[in-house]
C-alpha cells in the first residue's frame, strides 16, 4: 500500500461528484443520489491518479494542488 497525502473526500463544487479515495488504495465514487456509483483502486504516483473500476474501466487524473484534483473533464476539491 502506498502511503500519499491524497486520502480524503474530494467534490466537484456543486457537490454532485463525490469521489472518496480510501486509505487501502480503493475509491468510492458517489454522482448525485446515487451512492457508491463508482468503485475500485486506485495508484497514485507523485500527482498522477491511476483508477481501475470494478467494472472494467479505466480513468485517470492530476492533483494540480494538495486541495485540486482534474480528473475526467472535473475540478474536485478537497472536503
Known amino acids: 500500500m502506498q502511503q500519499h497525502p491524497y486520502v480524503g473526500m474530494w467534490v466537484t463544487n456543486d457537490g454532485r461528484v463525490r469521489h472518496e479515495l480510501l486509505p487501502d488504495n480503493r475509491y468510492d ?6 451512492e457508491s456509483a463508482y468503485r475500485g483502486r486506485y495508484e497514485v504516483t507523485g500527482t498522477h491518479i491511476e483508477y481501475w473500476d470494478d467494472t472494467g474501466f479505466t480513468a485517470d487524473g492530476d492533483f494540480v494542488d494538495d486541495n485540486t484534483l482534474h480528473h475526467g473533464g472535473m475540478v474536485l476539491r478537497r472536503k
Not at 29 to 34: I, K, M, P, V
Open 29 to 34: 465514487e458517489a454522482r448525485g443520489s446515487r
